[in-house]
């Protein structure tokens, strides 16, 4: 779900660096996501309509939306990072776990079982 959130920010920086200060009526390919594209020609190549959260868009300029990505983009992967730091946590404690329950199972049965 970040890694999906990253790649929605990333296409939409690509997007919006690929199409700054580009004169109206330049034709270029919009993604419209599952690796599609449309053709369009821009109108207004000074500000985008930009969501902000809880279904509510803005008019930003592009200059503004690109500073709010990057800001995005940090979030997002201070969040992945630390996800991966809690997953790396739990799985050391899993081992952990493991490892006790096959001494207790050793004990206990005087066999020598493992858990996997």
């Known amino acids: ?52 959260g809880a279904e509510v868009c803005m008019e930003k300029t592009i200059d503004e939306s690109l500073a709010e990505l990057r800001n995005r ?15 790396g946590q739990i799985l050391g404690r899993l081992e952990n776990d493991r490892g006790r329950l096959n001494d207790l199972l050793r004990k206990k049965s005087g066999e020598n079982v493992e858990v996997v």
């Open 1 to 52: 779900m970040i890694q999906a959130a990253l790649r929605d920010v990333l296409v939409a920086n690509s997007t919006l660096e690929g199409i700054n200060r580009k004169p109206k009526g330049t034709e270029t390919l919009v993604p419209i996501g599952a690796d599609s594209y449309m053709r369009a020609e821009i109108s207004d190549s000074e500000k985008v309509v930009m969501g902000i």
């Open 73 to 87: 983009q940090a979030e997002l992967e201070k969040t992945r990072t630390s996800i991966e730091q809690q997953l």
